[in-house]
C-alpha cells in the first residue's frame, strides 16, 4: 500500500505532533510506502517560530533526516517549500505569514483564506503529487484535512482522517472557553467562531465524499463533541504510549514527594491555564505552605496574562511559573516527586500529562471531560469532577493533598498497572495504527 501522509511530526510543539513523529519514526512496515508532506499553513508557522526564536533550522531538517533513515519518504515539493521558506529569512516569512493569516480575516469564511492558500502550494509546489492508493491525515487540523480532501480529489482516491481532538466545540462552548472580559475578547471571539463555523462545514461536507472512508481517533471524545459518531470510524487502542525508559523493568521509579502540586499544559484557553489561580486560591488558604509550580510553553503575552492572575489573588509566593523543560528526565523527575497534577483541561482527546503521572506514581484532578471519563474514570487515583466546577477541583485536589498513603496505595491498582503497561509502547501504539490502516 502506498500512503501518502499529511503530517507536521515536529515533536516540540504540541503533544499531537509529538505522537505524529513517534508514530512515524516507527512505521517502517514491508509493503506499506509512506510519503510525507507537510501542509503549507502548518509548514508557515514552524518557519516563523524557528526563525523568530532563533533556533538552528537544522532541528527541521533533523526530523526529516530521522524520518528518511526509518524508511520514510519526504516529499520533494515539502522540501523546497521549507527550503524556501528559510531562504526567504525570518522578515519575509513573517510577511508571507500575516499575509495568510490576512486571508483569513474574520469577514471572510476561514475555508475560503486556506482555499487560497492550498490553491498556491499545490500549483507551486504538489504539480506533481505522485501515486498512492490512500491519503491519510494525520491531525484533523482544517489545513491538513483541505488538504486531503484536495488531493484526494485530485488523484482519484481514498482518505482517512486521524482525529486528536475534536475538530470543531458546540458554538455554546466557545463563549465559556473564551470569557468576554474586554473588548480585545470580543474582538477574538469573532476570528473564533469564523473558524469554527468553516470546519463544521469542511466536516460535513467531508462526511458526505465518496472518497472519504472513515475517521481514525485516539479516543471517542473527539467523534462524540463534534457529533460525528454515526460517521465511520475506528477507536485506536492503544493510541497513545509513554517515552521509552520512562518506566525501567522493575516498575515505576519512586521518587520523595515534595511539597508542591503540578500543572504541566500549553496556556491556552482551552487548557484551563487560566483557572488555576482561581483554584489554587481555595488550597492556599487551607494549606498555606503547599506550593503550585506551572510548565508549559507560552508566549509573553499569556504569561503575562497568568501572571496578573496570580497577582490579583496575591498568590505570587505560593505559584511559581517554570515555563517549559526541554529536558525529559528533568521534567519527569519534577512529575514524580509532585503530590498532585491539576488538569484543569477543557480540550483533551487522551492527555499524555494524565498518562505519564499516573505512570510515574502521581494521582490527578481534572475536570470529566469524555476522554477522561472514556479513560480513567474506573481509577481511583485519578478525581474527576463536574466541568468547570472550580470549588469541586480545588476539593479533590485537597482530598489527594491530605490523604497521601491512601492515594499511594491506588496507584498500585493492578487494573491500573495493566493500564498503564497497555501504553508502555510506542512500537505497539505504530504497529495497531498501520494495522487499522492497512485493513481499512
Same mark, same amino acid.
Given at each position: 500500500?502506498?500512503?501518502?501522509?499529511?503530517?507536521?511530526?515536529?515533536?516540540?510543539?504540541?503533544?499531537?505532533?509529538?505522537?505524529?513523529?513517534?508514530?512515524?519514526?516507527?512505521? $517502517?512496515? &514491508?509493503?506499506?510506502?509512506?510519503? /510525507?508532506? %507537510?501542509?503549507?499553513?502548518? *509548514? @508557515?508557522?514552524?518557519?516563523?517560530? =524557528?526563525?523568530?526564536?532563533?533556533?538552528?533550522?537544522?532541528?527541521?531538517?533533523?526530523?526529516?533526516?530521522?524520518?528518511?533513515?526509518?524508511?520514510?519518504?519526504?516529499?520533494?515539493?515539502?522540501?523546497?517549500?521549507?527550503?524556501?521558506?528559510?531562504?526567504?529569512?525570518?522578515?519575509?516569512?513573517?510577511?508571507?505569514?500575516?499575509?495568510?493569516?490576512?486571508?483569513?480575516?474574520?469577514?471572510?469564511?476561514?475555508?475560503?483564506?486556506?482555499?487560497?492558500?492550498?490553491?498556491?502550494?499545490?500549483?507551486?509546489?504538489?504539480?506533481?503529487?505522485?501515486?498512492?492508493?490512500?491519503?491519510?491525515?494525520?491531525?484533523?487540523?482544517?489545513?491538513?484535512?483541505?488538504?486531503?480532501?484536495?488531493?484526494?480529489?485530485?488523484?482519484?482516491?481514498?482518505?482517512?482522517?486521524?482525529?486528536?481532538?475534536?475538530?470543531?466545540?458546540?458554538?455554546? $462552548?466557545? &463563549?465559556?472557553?473564551?470569557?468576554? /472580559?474586554? %473588548?480585545?475578547?470580543?474582538? *477574538? @471571539?469573532?476570528?473564533?467562531?469564523? =473558524?469554527?463555523?468553516?470546519?463544521?462545514?469542511?466536516?460535513?461536507?467531508?462526511?458526505?465524499?465518496?472518497?472519504?472512508?472513515?475517521?481514525?481517533?485516539?479516543?471517542?471524545?473527539?467523534?462524540?463533541?463534534?457529533?460525528?459518531?454515526?460517521?465511520?470510524?475506528?477507536?485506536?487502542?492503544?493510541?497513545?504510549?509513554?517515552?521509552?525508559?520512562?518506566?525501567?523493568?522493575?516498575?515505576?521509579?519512586?521518587?520523595?514527594?515534595?511539597?508542591?502540586?503540578?500543572?504541566?499544559?500549553?496556556?491556552?484557553?482551552?487548557?484551563?491555564?487560566?483557572?488555576?489561580?482561581?483554584?489554587?486560591?481555595?488550597?492556599?488558604?487551607?494549606?498555606?505552605?503547599?506550593?503550585?509550580?506551572?510548565?508549559?510553553?507560552?508566549?509573553?503575552?499569556?504569561?503575562?496574562?497568568?501572571?496578573?492572575?496570580?497577582?490579583?489573588?496575591?498568590?505570587?509566593?505560593?505559584?511559581?511559573?517554570?515555563?517549559?523543560?526541554?529536558?525529559?528526565?528533568?521534567?519527569? *523527575?519534577?512529575?514524580?516527586?509532585?503530590? =498532585?497534577?491539576?488538569?484543569?483541561?477543557?480540550?483533551?482527546?487522551?492527555?499524555?500529562?494524565?498518562?505519564?503521572?499516573?505512570?510515574?506514581?502521581?494521582?490527578?484532578?481534572?475536570?470529566?471531560?469524555?476522554?477522561?471519563?472514556?479513560?480513567?474514570?474506573?481509577?481511583?487515583?485519578?478525581?474527576?469532577?463536574?466541568?468547570?466546577?472550580?470549588?469541586?477541583?480545588?476539593?479533590?485536589?485537597?482530598?489527594?493533598?491530605?490523604?497521601?498513603?491512601?492515594?499511594?496505595?491506588?496507584?498500585?491498582?493492578?487494573?491500573?498497572?495493566?493500564?498503564?503497561?497497555?501504553?508502555?509502547?510506542?512500537?505497539?501504539?505504530?504497529?495497531?495504527?498501520?494495522?487499522?490502516?492497512?485493513?481499512?
Amino acid at each position: 500500500m502506498r500512503v501518502l501522509l499529511i503530517s507536521h511530526p515536529f515533536p516540540w510543539i504540541t503533544g499531537g505532533f509529538k505522537r505524529s513523529y513517534e508514530v512515524l519514526r516507527r512505521s $517502517r512496515e &514491508p509493503g506499506c510506502e509512506i510519503t /510525507l508532506v %507537510l501542509s503549507p499553513a502548518m *509548514a @508557515l508557522d514552524l518557519v516563523h517560530d =524557528v526563525l523568530k526564536e532563533q533556533k538552528d533550522p537544522d532541528v527541521v531538517y533533523a526530523v526529516f533526516r530521522e524520518l528518511q533513515e526509518e524508511g520514510i519518504r519526504i516529499h520533494p515539493g515539502s522540501l523546497r517549500f521549507i527550503d524556501d521558506l528559510f531562504s526567504h529569512g525570518s522578515k519575509e516569512t513573517a510577511s508571507a505569514r500575516r499575509t495568510f493569516i490576512s486571508l483569513i480575516a474574520p469577514v471572510i469564511p476561514a475555508h475560503i483564506g486556506m482555499n487560497r492558500l492550498l490553491l498556491r502550494y499545490l500549483r507551486n509546489y504538489l504539480t506533481d503529487p505522485g501515486s498512492y492508493d490512500l491519503i491519510y491525515s494525520h491531525h484533523e487540523c482544517l489545513d491538513t484535512v483541505m488538504l486531503a480532501e484536495r488531493l484526494s480529489d485530485q488523484l482519484r482516491i481514498p482518505f482517512i482522517i486521524l482525529l486528536h481532538n475534536e475538530p470543531f466545540p458546540p458554538l455554546r $462552548r466557545i &463563549p465559556k472557553l473564551r470569557p468576554l /472580559l474586554s %473588548l480585545r475578547d470580543i474582538g *477574538a @471571539l469573532v476570528p473564533a467562531l469564523n =473558524v469554527n463555523l468553516s470546519v463544521r462545514y469542511i466536516y460535513h461536507r467531508i462526511i458526505t465524499s465518496s472518497r472519504f472512508r472513515k475517521f481514525l481517533a485516539i479516543s471517542p471524545a473527539p467523534l462524540v463533541i463534534a457529533g460525528l459518531t454515526s460517521a465511520p470510524h475506528t477507536i485506536l487502542n492503544p493510541a497513545n504510549a509513554l517515552n521509552d525508559g520512562l518506566l525501567p523493568e522493575s516498575g515505576r521509579t519512586r521518587q520523595e514527594k515534595g511539597n508542591y502540586a503540578l500543572c504541566a499544559s500549553r496556556f491556552a484557553d482551552e487548557k484551563g491555564i487560566f483557572e488555576l489561580p482561581h483554584i489554587w486560591k481555595t488550597i492556599h488558604e487551607e494549606m498555606p505552605d503547599m506550593k503550585l509550580i506551572v510548565y508549559g510553553n507560552a508566549p509573553e503575552e499569556a504569561v503575562k496574562k497568568f501572571r496578573d492572575l496570580v497577582h490579583h489573588f496575591s498568590l505570587e509566593d505560593s505559584i511559581s511559573v517554570q515555563g517549559y523543560l526541554p529536558d525529559d528526565r528533568e521534567f519527569y *523527575a519534577m512529575v514524580s516527586r509532585a503530590r =498532585v497534577l491539576i488538569h484543569p483541561s477543557h480540550s483533551d482527546g487522551f492527555s499524555m500529562i494524565i498518562l505519564e503521572s499516573l505512570a510515574l506514581g502521581t494521582p490527578v484532578v481534572a475536570y470529566n471531560l469524555p476522554a477522561f471519563t472514556h479513560l480513567y474514570k474506573d481509577f481511583p487515583a485519578v478525581e474527576l469532577v463536574q466541568e468547570w466546577d472550580r470549588p469541586a477541583l480545588s476539593q479533590a485536589a485537597l482530598r489527594i493533598l491530605k490523604n497521601k498513603d491512601r492515594y499511594a496505595g491506588h496507584l498500585e491498582t493492578l487494573p491500573l498497572q495493566e493500564f498503564i503497561h497497555h501504553h508502555s509502547s510506542w512500537e505497539r501504539v505504530a504497529r495497531h495504527e498501520l494495522d487499522v490502516l492497512m485493513s481499512s
